[in-house]
């Protein structure tokens, strides 16, 4: 249940971050809504990982949950050392392999 409601905030930060590719939102102001979301995402993974009932599946659960969280903290980087992204591109083209191969998809809770 977590790990839906985490990805419901990944979907609304990806719409803002879109936003911010069109120039509607501000560097400042996308940083702090990647880094909200990669903290959420980041306890839910942990809690995934760690917390009570935490078995094979949970755990591959928050290894593809921590994907999204360092890509988001990556993002809200960039926007205060003026980086230019390529980086983080080829890191998001590893990420959206990673989620759409059919051996990641099996057990996702």
């Not at 930060?13 to 936003?19: A, E, R, S």
């Not at 501000?26 to 935490?54: Q, S």
């Not at 290894?63 to 003026?82: D, Q």
């Amino acid at each position: 249940m977590s790990a839906g409601l985490s990805l419901f905030d990944v979907g609304a930060v990806l719409c803002l971050n879109g936003f911010w590719l069109l120039g509607r939102v501000c560097d400042k102001e996308i940083a702090v809504i990647d880094i909200f979301v990669g903290g959420i995402t980041l306890l839910v993974a942990l809690n995934l990982a760690f917390g009570p009932g935490a078995d094979l599946a949970s755990i591959k659960g928050a290894a593809l949950l921590l994907l999204f969280t360092f890509t988001y903290f990556w993002v809200a980087l960039n926007r205060y050392n003026g980086a230019d992204g390529r980086g983080l591109g080829w890191s998001c083209l590893f990420v959206a392999v990673s989620r759409s191969s059919p051996l990641t998809k099996a057990s996702w809770p």
